[in-house]
């Protein structure tokens, strides 16, 4: 392979894995666009929720590698898996906002920060007591068919991330743009008190955006799973911290930037990663993150929202 | 003040009667009251001192040497998080900076090949030359009690290199950041192998040693350095707690605009809060290294980050004494309880024939709990064990109730010790032109125009949205203007912080009330004080004379000013502000604003939500600071307020000054009328109010 076919597999690898980051970003983008709060459950919501969608896979008999499907069987069943994924890891968003976030809204300063970090703490110890500390085979039902493009591979994996994850996000940002509960969501992240006062039931929003963002992390898990071929108990932590990179480069409570910075975190890790050695990358991503904050806090395409006062 | 006796019994709950009762009966009764916390240190540092000698038990000993560390760690975060509200996640990386600090310096694992350049270094003992096969080699052997000093500079250095790009930004950033810092750390050290041998670890460091002693691989000296570490931590909070600097910190944890409002350089002292958390953890981590003997990356990864977070959660955020009983009973947890508590699971597992029971490693699920406690401290006890903020005893009926006299010296009287707070430059006082402030595209203020002439009371009016809180915030350096000179004793302010504009000399209030409401009332009027006052970190560890008599000074000059308002604040100085009522916050705010020798006060609202009578009051007393000299610009809706007080009136409407005079020239005026009655009301009436 040649210097370009190599940089163009890295930029292929690369929009996957910003496919999966930005899904997860917006996640960190819609909660704290509406309460102000990086919600730090967020990283071991992804976690879980990747052995939920293992799980649900399991459920067909797929185990690895072993068994590969294709036609309707496959479409089917990724359909099954994601709704399931989805679903359940929308009403784990749901619930630790009802029981754990709800009775400490309206106190002011770190308690609510601390509570997310509490519950992510939670979920990664459970995972790691029920199921151990060696990362898990996940299954990988897809057929192995491979395009060439110039010196390049594009395999059946890429463009089946790449077709989801535009079809949520499309769905998102109809979803916030055109209906009437998006419009809701938008007003209360304007100004939550005026939202209240005009009629707008605030907890129903703070619902929905912990349903809706905890779903897309269930799908951006899911699509780890498929990337990786694995899952595993600390997988939380360093995909957070990616995400919420890419959702801080955007400009966080921007849906679109958080679309846009998933994306380039993705090409910058894997292009990175390709440029210096692949352990270096979190230094390279927390380093855009500290860079990001201290010259351009309200990143790409944020409001005026990072800086006080 | 009050003919209650303290300790007579308490009608009400049995349970209170009951305690009550133990209280009498318990020998705390044979000690003064005011002695108590004495005897309790007293206590508490002779059982500590014996504790290995009685236990007797190397791995107790051993156990306890590390719940002190934590507790030193503990200590050490609870100045960034309790005191100064600033949430780190990565804390363990200054953990981490100073035991490999340490290990690096102490150890076999650097060896340069050795060079002229060392020989100062060997004559001074801190590097030995070696003679190896290769040639010479350069063999580090820093001693441990330079080290802990090197290391709690070393780690506060890079508290502030890490903590200097998130401060501009909000408290959540530094979360995140923090969180990131503390993954990175590890990375590091495990990526540079030459400086740390990698992920193996660190080998073969040096144990301390004192007067030719080593102290080997035994507990008990590590132990007593442990404790002798947690004391002089403790002391050290303590004493930066009652100062001028922990003042400082708590007014941003609880306001931050309102700190820099009265003065506090907010940048300066949360990086001083972060280098101060950062050098406990870096003397922590050298401590910790020299009893390990070995330092491996995993020692510093997130979970200790957030164990340290749960003990001070677990202990009380913010409480001194909290968080060092928190980090050690998580710790006796850890260390001894879990054990125990599994093999009684065990036990019963045995005996009643279940199977599961029999397997349970409480000890494994330590994390687990740690998180469990993490949500529910914060669900349902959000102070911790021991509650930063003491509760004072509430006022009774009586003096709720007692009739208010306002003092019998004239307030002008008492303010005569104040020093100076007129203004005799021949420049005004302040001076506003051509001031333009936009957001986005709306224009707040549009060309406004405005003098203080010395000793003067200048009232802004104008309907709401008219750009007067507007207008203070431009002044003050909390918004910086688009256009215009702001001028102030004849030398320019605009776009000073403002810190630096309060310093000059203008204090303000606030329309919607910013005070720090978990500091009680004479906290509160401290922190006003806080530009006027010079003790720094040496002055108040140190407790130099100097910064007593100062403190002294500031704590009597605060409460002559509170004795402004008669009875209304004077019983309530040790009182949280969040539990006074509204009025008296007003009052507390003027006060706060009043203890930095201002020569301009800017009241914002000062008597909204007053009602008749608290208003005259107010006005008698605003009144009276400025028969003293006191030069005042004043946003009021109440006219009769404004036309008592002020000499002249400027009047604002859509962020436009559209008249000024004094103020009966002003109520007449055709177009104030409009703008606060609207067209036709201007047509039918001559007079507003």
């Known amino acids: 392979m040649t210097t370009a076919d190599i940089f163009l597999q890295q930029v292929i690898n690369g929009l996957s894995l910003g496919a999966m980051y930005a899904l997860l970003a917006l996640g960190f983008t819609l909660v704290y666009g509406i309460l102000e709060l990086i919600n730090f459950a967020h990283f071991n919501v992804f976690m879980v929720s990747s052995f939920i969608g293992m799980w649900a896979l399991q459920l067909f008999g797929l185990s690895g590698q072993s068994v590969v499907l294709s036609g309707f069987a496959l479409i089917g069943v990724l359909v099954f898996a994601f709704v399931v994924t989805m679903l359940s890891a929308g009403v784990l968003g749901v619930v630790i906002e009802r029981f754990a976030l709800r009775p400490l809204r309206g106190i002011s300063g770190t308690a609510a920060m601390i509570t997310t970090i509490g519950v992510s703490y939670i979920l990664f110890n459970i995972i790691l007591l029920t199921v151990g500390a060696s990362s898990m085979n996940f299954p990988n039902p897809l057929p192995n068919i491979t395009w060439p493009i110039a010196g390049a591979v594009l395999r059946l994996r890429e463009v089946l991330i790449w077709i989801i994850a535009l079809v949520l996000m499309t769905g998102l940002h109809l979803f916030v743009n055109r209906t009437r509960l998006g419009k809701a969501m938008r007003a209360t992240a304007q100004d939550a008190d005026a939202a209240r006062m005009m009629g707008i039931d605030v907890d129903r929003v703070i619902i929905t955006a912990f349903f809706l963002g905890s779903a897309l992390a269930g799908a951006a898990a899911l699509i780890f799973g498929l990337y990786y071929n694995l899952t595993s108990f600390i997988i939380g932590y360093s995909a957070g911290l990616r995400a919420f990179t890419a959702a801080v480069l955007g400009g966080i409570g921007s849906v679109t930037g958080a679309m846009v910075g998933g994306i380039l975190i993705g090409l910058i890790e894997a292009i990175g990663g390709q440029i210096f050695e692949v352990r270096w990358t979190d230094v390279i991503i927390f380093s855009i993150l500290v860079l990001v904050l201290v010259f351009a806090p309200n990143g790409l395409f944020g409001r005026a929202a990072a800086t006080r006062s | ?689």
């Not at chain 2, 720090?516 to 906290?523: G, I, S, W």
């Open chain 2, 1 to 689: 003040m009050s003919s209650r006796d303290p300790a007579a019994p308490r009608r009400g709950t049995i349970g209170g009667d009951t305690f009550a009762f133990l209280l009498r009966a318990s020998p705390v009764q044979w000690i003064a009251p005011h002695l108590r916390p004495r005897v309790m240190v007293a206590i508490v540092t002779v059982a500590a001192v014996l504790f290995p000698i009685v236990i007797r038990n190397d791995a107790d000993t051993d156990a306890a040497a590390n719940a002190l560390s934590y507790a030193a760690l503990a200590l050490g975060l609870n100045i960034v998080v309790g005191m100064a509200g600033l949430l780190d996640l990565g804390y363990a990386a200054f953990f981490a900076i100073g035991a490999y600090a340490y290990g690096i310096a102490a150890s076999w694992q650097f060896t340069p090949p050795w060079s002229g350049f060392w020989e100062p270094f060997q004559y001074l003992h801190l590097v030995a030359r070696f003679h190896d096969t290769g040639g010479d080699v350069v063999h580090f052997q820093v001693s441990f009690w330079l080290m802990l000093p090197i290391s709690a500079a070393l780690a506060a250095f890079f508290g502030v290199l890490f903590g200097a790009p998130t401060l501009r930004l909000k408290g959540d950033y530094l979360a995140i950041v923090t969180l990131g810092f503390g993954e990175i750390v590890p990375i590091v050290a495990r990526n540079t192998p030459t400086l740390t041998n990698g992920a193996m670890g660190l080998n073969g460091v040096a144990a301390p040693q004192l007067f030719g002693w080593s102290f080997g691989i035994n507990a008990m000296p590590y132990y007593y350095v442990g404790l002798a570490l947690v004391a002089l931590l403790i002391l050290t909070s303590l004493r930066l707690k009652s100062s001028r600097i922990g003042r400082a910190w708590m007014a941003i944890r609880e306001d931050e605009i309102a700190a820099a409002a009265m003065g506090v350089n907010r940048v300066k002292f949360k990086l001083l809060a972060f280098a101060t958390g950062a050098a406990f953890a870096g003397a922590t981590g050298t401590l910790f290294v020299a009893k390990l003997q070995t330092a491996t990356p995993e020692m510093f990864m997130f979970p200790v980050s957030v164990m340290i977070l749960v003990m001070i959660v677990f202990g009380g955020i913010g409480s001194i004494w909290g968080v060092v009983l928190g980090a050690l009973i998580l710790q006796i947890l850890q260390s001894w309880f879990l054990e125990d508590l599994s093999q009684w699971l065990h036990a019963l597992g045995k005996l009643i024939h279940v199977e599961w029971l029999q397997h349970v490693e409480l000890s494994s699920s330590i994390e687990l709990i740690f998180g469990i406690i993490l949500v529910t401290m914060m669900l349902y006890r959000r102070q911790g064990l021991i509650p930063a903020t003491r509760r004072v005893q509430a006022l009774s009926l009586s003096e709720q109730t007692a009739q208010v006299e306002l003092s019998a010296t004239p307030a002008a009287k008492r303010l005569a010790g104040f020093g100076d707070i007129s203004y005799r430059g021949p420049d005004p006082l302040l001076e506003i032109k051509d001031l333009t402030v936009r957001f986005g595209g709306l224009v707040a203020l549009r060309s406004v125009e405005l003098s203080v002439p010395a000793n003067s009371v200048v009232a802004v009016i104008g309907p709401n949205g008219s750009g007067k809180s507007t207008l203070f915030n431009a002044v003050t350096g909390l918004v910086s203007p688009d256009e215009g000179s702001v001028r102030f004793a004849g030398e320019s302010i605009l776009r000073l912080p403002p810190h630096v504009v309060l310093d000059r000399g203008m204090a303000r209030t606030f329309q919607n009330i910013r005070l720090f409401p978990n500091l009680t009332v004479l906290e509160n009027v401290m922190v006003g004080r806080h530009a006027r006052l010079h003790s720094g970190m040496v002055g108040a560890l140190a407790r130099l004379p100097g910064m007593v008599h100062e403190e002294a000074a500031a704590r009597e000059h605060c409460l002559e000013i509170l004795a402004l308002f008669g009875n209304r604040l004077l019983p309530r100085v040790d009182h949280l502000v969040s539990s006074l009522s509204y009025a008296n916050r007003r009052r507390v705010e003027i006060a706060r604003a009043l203890a930095s020798n201002p020569k301009l006060l800017l009241l914002d609202e000062p008597t909204a939500g007053m009602n008749p009578a608290e208003t005259l009051e107010l006005a008698g007393q605003i009144k009276s600071l400025h028969q003293h000299g006191l030069s005042i610009v004043l946003i009021e809706h109440k006219l009769d307020v404004v036309v008592s007080l002020a000499d002249n009136v400027v009047v604002l409407d859509h962020g436009e000054k559209i008249a000024e005079g004094t103020p009966d020239v002003v109520r007449r005026d055709e177009e104030v009328i409009r703008a606060y009655l609207g067209r036709s009301a201007s047509l039918g009436s001559t007079a507003v109010a």
